[in-house]
């Protein structure tokens, strides 16, 4: 074969090579012959005319997401921040439309987040953009789906996943939720105060009840004690005053006895003597026999005091 021959089989081989192509997985491939579309060529090896077909473009048929920051007011005249993203991707079926009917897909879905959010969010109040960036972003995949399918794209998910107001808002929001949360602290506090002074006083007035009870019991058996007491004196031939100026005297010394053993007891008897024990054993004597002697007067008075209203009797004179 001479030299000719051999330059035809090469160009002939670089033609055929030229002829094939590849498309990688999840992508296709837009064929044009002279200008004008032929095929989409799906992921594999290919074969086109070489000169005559060309390979137009390709397009993934990944899911693709786009970020989105729109800048708006809310109705309580907040501007705030919202960071929309949107995920999308090519529909296989067409890829067509989504080659030829649109340059720049990016641009269209921006311009359809920002008119749905700047439509939404001016009617809700700050708190509410928090509450329901769930409803905003079903409002945008709404509005998207409606419009981007006819270019050949679907919407599989929108997110609103930043909300930013302005630095000095949010300073205030945290001043308000901290007041919010140092009064619920407040009221806790009070509420745990007032129960303890509730706890305190019915602690303190069963203390009071059971101290007097046990001020009443005592008192009790000292008395059941000195009735006992007077009633032994008297089986051995004492008179009860006797008996009690002497029960008053075992006490009187009882006590100095006891104040003696204390030796930090700074406690001071008035008088100490023996003879005060029978003088107070005295003058209570004395005191109950002239009350008695008052109530027995008072008694008898009324008596006849009662006795001269009563009807049918008459006052005479003597």
């Known amino acids: 074969m001479d030299l000719i021959s051999y330059i035809i089989i090469f160009f002939a081989v670089i033609l055929v090579l030229s002829g094939l192509f590849m498309v990688k997985q999840q992508s296709v491939g837009v064929i044009e012959r002279f200008g004008r579309f032929v095929a989409v060529r799906p992921a594999g090896l290919h074969i086109k005319i070489p000169i005559i077909d060309r390979i137009a473009g390709r397009l993934s048929l990944r899911i693709l997401q786009l970020d989105v ?149 005592q008192r009790r058996e000292i008395a059941r004690g000195l009735e006992e007491s007077v009633d032994m004196l008297n089986g051995v031939g004492i008179n009860s005053q006797e008996a009690s100026a002497l029960i008053v005297v075992t006490q009187h010394y009882d006590t100095l006895q006891s104040i003696g053993e204390e030796t930090n007891s700074n406690l001071i008897l008035l008088p100490n003597s023996p003879q005060a024990g029978s003088d107070m054993l005295n003058n209570m004597v004395a005191s109950f026999t002239a009350s008695n002697q008052i109530g027995e007067a008072m008694k008898k008075q009324n008596e006849k005091k009662q006795g001269a209203k009563k009807p049918g009797t008459r006052n005479t004179k003597p």
Request: proline letters at 3%; zero cysteines.
């Open 69 to 217: 920051i729109v800048e708006t007011k809310t109705k309580d005249d907040v501007f705030v921040k919202l960071k929309v993203s949107v995920q999308y991707r090519v529909i296989p079926e067409k890829a067509y439309d989504a080659f030829y009917k649109l340059d720049y897909p990016q641009d269209q879905i921006t311009s359809y987040v920002f008119d749905v959010v700047r439509a939404v969010v001016p009617k809700m109040k700050l708190d509410d953009v928090f509450e329901k960036k769930d409803d905003i972003a079903n409002a945008v995949k709404g509005e998207l789906n409606d419009a981007m399918i006819n270019y050949g794209y679907d919407i599989i998910k929108a997110l609103v996943t930043d909300i930013d107001p302005a630095a000095e808002v949010k300073t205030a929001m945290n001043r308000i939720n901290a007041a919010e949360r140092e009064k619920v602290a407040a009221q806790y506090e009070g509420d745990a105060a007032r129960i303890l002074i509730v706890e305190k006083a019915k602690a303190e007035a069963e203390s009071k009840r059971l101290q007097g009870q046990g001020i009443a019991d």
